[in-house]
Each structure stands twice: as structure tokens, then as C-alpha cells.
């Protein structure tokens, strides 16, 4: 497991979890990948989710545009969603 700052990230079972605060904020699998704000549309989970991303080579992002919370997903073919508490990204 490693801790920093509020942020928790952990392995068990093939799962990688990603923990801000008491939230799981990510969860990946090598099926998918789970985004949960758990309703806390803030600048600061939004950074964590991202730098988790970045850190494990993922191809998502996630920010703030007009006063709604989107992912974007993929590098070529960018797939926007609205994200309110949790969206699920299928891998191929």
C-alpha cells in the first residue's frame, strides 16, 4: 500500500484502488476502470484522479466544464461522459 497526503493506493485480488479521503476514488482492473467522485465535484479530487492516471499511464482524464464534472477517455477517439458519482470504462 502507499500513502501520502490523504490518498491511499492499494492492491488485493487484481484490483488497484486509489483512495482519497474515505472515497475509492479509482478502481482498476485489467477489465476496466472505475471513476467515483463519490459527489465531491472538487478541484482537488479531480487532481487526484488525474494524477493517478498519469502516474499509471491511463488513457482518462478528468475535468470541470460548465459547472460539470466530465471524463474523457481514450488518446485518438476522446469519448466525453457526464460523471456524476461513478462511470465505469470498459477496456478493449
Known amino acids: 500500500m502507499i500513502t501520502s497526503k490523504h490518498i491511499k493506493i492499494r492492491q488485493k485480488d487484481g484490483v488497484t484502488t486509489c483512495t482519497f479521503y474515505n472515497t475509492d476514488i479509482v478502481k482498476l482492473t485489467d477489465k476496466e476502470i472505475i ?3 463519490g459527489g465531491f465535484h472538487t478541484v482537488a479530487t479531480r487532481n487526484k484522479m488525474n494524477k493517478f ?13 460548465n459547472g460539470k464534472l466530465w471524463a474523457y477517455f481514450g488518446k485518438e477517439d476522446v469519448i466525453v461522459r457526464e460523471l ?6 470498459k477496456i478493449v
Open 84 to 89: 456524476n458519482l461513478e462511470i465505469i470504462w
Open 35 to 37: 471513476l467515483n467522485t
Open 53 to 65: 492516471a498519469v502516474d499509471n499511464n491511463l488513457p482518462f482524464y478528468v475535468s470541470l466544464h
